[in-house]
């Protein structure tokens, strides 16, 4: 398996006590898969999609990429992996408004750039729709172009797998049908895709389902 947990759990603590967003999630990605986790708002979608990319320590359990342990990691080493091994799709895009939509792909350089980057971010963008754009800040595109031009950030550094927390959440039909599809495309040139979200459109491309609800992780019924 490229990415997988074991008996995941987080909870966070309120001022009203301590609050279980997921609970006792196990999950395994095979290499080339396209996994649909789907499930209503404020389920835990968002926070097990965090936890497997190293980005929020997991009160229990554990989380292997590539037969790594990340927590086990140092920070460092786990914000280089990261860096170089997922890329990260959300839906509110995170775009930096002040740069145009090649030097926001480029951002995610995990070698700082150099013209081998600025090579392959070019023809990400031309091979999303985008080759007229690149010189286009974000207020300047549609909201399909936005969610391409993430995608192609994702993608910069040729990750082993992409965790996109509700990419479409924005988007119309059409355009979150080309997003999925451009995801597929990646999972059909060996890549690994994992979609939370709690519409439908994904299942279209997923080969496996399953359902979250109140931080548990179900199998399809």
Known sequence: MILSCSQLSRKFRTRQGSVTAIEDVSLAL???????VRGPSGCGKTTLLLA????????????????????????????????????????MFHLVPY??????VLLA???????????????LLRE????????????????????????????????AVVLADEPTGNLDPDNARE???HLD???????TVLVVTHGDTAREFADQELHMDKGRLLPKT
């Open 30 to 36: 095979a290499k080339g898969s396209f996994t649909c």
């Open 128 to 159: 999303l729709g985008l080759g007229d754009r690149l010189r286009h800040r974000p207020s300047q595109l549609s909201a399909g172009e936005r969610q391409r031009t993430a995608l192609a950030r994702a993608l910069l550094n040729r990750p």
């Open 52 to 91: 497997l990319g190293g980005m929020l320590r997991p009160s229990n359990g554990r989380v292997l990429l590539e037969e790594a342990d990340l927590y086990a990691l140092s920070p460092a080493e786990r914000s280089r992996r990261r860096a170089g091994r997922i890329g990260f799709v959300f839906q």
């Open 99 to 104: 740069l145009n939509v090649l030097e926001n």
């Open 179 to 181: 997003v999925f599809g």
């Open 109 to 123: 350089g995990a070698n700082g750039g150099g013209e081998d980057a600025l090579a392959r971010a070019t023809t």
């Open 185 to 191: 495309r990646f999972r059909r040139d060996g890549g």
